[in-house]
């Protein structure tokens, strides 16, 4: 059975990685399960300096999804750059996700990990100061011109944008993100939610507001891979309510190379090994040798 | 640490809306201390988040957790019946440390009462305990045997309806000449746990003094930065990984 995928280059073990802010940087659940059976971990998002986040409560769960507003809580690239990335990539493959509130954050962020990481994935969802507060992965215009200003500061490492589904048409976000130099994309980020308690008449979460994840978005994110991964040539990376075996077969179909598990990992601990087992367990009960195949094989009625 | 499918053994109310579930967990997971937590799954897909809850007492390879009908998902896991399985995560967090202590004041209220019990059962004999628990009312106290069985104990309740009228502090304070701890241990919300720091400083009480925290978790493993409390040095630390047991002056409350 092959379970490798590869992508801009980058050969991943399988192709189901850890999303980032589920798995921070792969010590934790290692002490769970051996982290090199994941096919990759996307980091905790990183800035260039350290951020503390949101005020707490910064979690709540609605039916079937969570929603979290963790505010982009990190070390700073440079202490991770220092205790975590050596261990993490002798482990496995590292996808360094990033942030920032000005383009130049961006830039900047993206030249301190070239090459020191196996891709890196832009965050563009939390608020920008270039976009007027606003994400920058709302319109196209700003998804292309952050996209070309990364693209710009990396000699080495492949470039992943993140999109955000909250926008008017993810195929148009795609191809802005394929035209200002993505090697690839991947979606969905989370959706704006919010939970709200009506015994105290306030939102659970102290940040009102919160991104929401989990199986109930599933359907909504496996139109959006399809729609962009039909809208650009570049690879793309599915994700969004993930739990299974046969979820990570429907993103493939629907046109993505490799996915990402995020809500999964706190429902079960042990998510990730268990869905690349039943992964190859659905493609051994249908006589499929390669994981590859299954890409993009989708019928629409 | 291990995440395992336990087997519910028992799932009774012991006090108005506060449940205890003993899970029969299928093998070892090592020592748990008390202190620690488990994050206990709901049981139903529409539930996505386990419910961390405070270990109350070990025998083996049961492990009894309590719980207060909070919401849907506590609500859900109280229709648990014996039999049914669960998968539960633990055990989690740092838990107490008593380390030399020979006397140890324990301050508990509400909720609260439940990783204390644990703790004053797991050194049961070796130090002398100095109790002080407080609940709303009759109807909501639990656990005060455990508490009775190892050391002195004094109940009080907001409403004078089982003890004397008071909060667990004020009966800690009033005590505070009598028993002159060398340790000091809490649990309970963040209202009682800044009145014991009052009491702490306005008295010149020196002794240590360790409490756990409660925050909304993710993955209760450290790795989601979900549940942060903000130590006095301005960084955050995880209530799930660093803590959720943390010195007093150490975090703000």
Known sequence: MKLSVEICGVKFGNPVIAASGTCGFGREYNELYDISTVGGVSTKGLTLEPRSGNPVPRIAEGKSVILNAVGLQNPGVEEFIKNDLAWLRSKTRVVANVAGRTLEDYEGICARLDGLVD????NISCPNVRAGGMALGIKPENVEEVTRLCKGALAKTPLVVKLSPNVESIAVNAQAAEKGGADCISLINTLTGMVIDIERRRPVLANNTGGVSGAGIMPVALRMVYEAAHAVSIPVIGMGGITCGKDVVAFMMAGARAVQVGTANFTDAYAIPRIVRETEEWL??????DVNEIVNTLRLN | MKE?????????QIAEGIMAITLALPESVGKIKGGQFANLSVGDSAFPLKRPLGVCSVNG????????????GTRKIAQAEAGDKLS????????FDLGNAKKVAVIGGGVGVFPLAAVVEEYAG???????IGFRGRQYACLTEVFGNVGELTVVTDDGSLGAKGNAVQAFADDLGKISPDLIISCGPPVMLRALRSALKDNGVTAKCLVSLEERMGCGIGACLVCACKKSDGRNARVCKDGPVFDINEVEL
Not at chain 2, 4 to 12: D, G, I, M, P, S
Not at chain 2, 88 to 95: R, Y
Not at chain 2, 126 to 132: A, E, L, N, T
């Open chain 2, 61 to 72: 390879n049961d492990v009894t957790l309590c719980y207060q009908l909070k919401g849907d």
């Open chain 2, 88 to 95: 539960v995560l633990l055990p989690l967090g740092n838990g």
């Open chain 2, 4 to 12: 395992l499918l336990a087997t519910v053994k028992e799932n009774r």
């Open chain 2, 126 to 132: 070796k130090v002398q305990f100095y109790s002080y």
């Open chain 1, 284 to 289: 051994s009960a249908h006589g499929i040798s």
């Open chain 1, 119 to 122: 891709m890196i994935e832009l």
